[in-house]
């Protein structure tokens, strides 16, 4: 199975792996948002900051999830 082809499982079948793809697109979305901004306030930084930790956060446990299924245990 295809690193692809997991992912469109899990997105189907894991809810929490669904909410987190969910969350981490916000947070992109949110930061995009925040980039347009030539410069940014010292909370905007804050938030930017924030942001990347929570995107990456969400990021590894989707790893953890797809490397927890592809060895055959139930994340």
Same mark, same amino acid.
């Given at each position: ?14 809810? =929490?792996?669904?909410? &987190?793809?969910?969350? $981490?697109?916000?947070?992109?979305? !949110? @930061?995009?948002? %925040? #980039? =347009?901004?030539?410069? &940014?306030?010292?909370? $905007?930084?804050?938030?930017?900051? !924030? @942001?990347?930790? %929570? #995107? ?20």
């Amino acid at each position: 199975m295809t690193q692809e082809n997991l992912i469109d499982r899990l997105i189907a079948e894991n809810e =929490e792996f669904r909410g &987190l793809r969910s969350e $981490h697109q916000g947070y992109e979305r !949110e @930061l995009e948002t %925040l #980039k =347009e901004h030539p410069s &940014l306030s010292a909370d $905007h930084h804050w938030r930017v900051s !924030e @942001l990347k930790k %929570l #995107k990456l956060m969400a990021k590894d446990r989707m790893e953890a999830i797809i490397r927890s299924t592809r060895s055959g245990v139930t994340a």
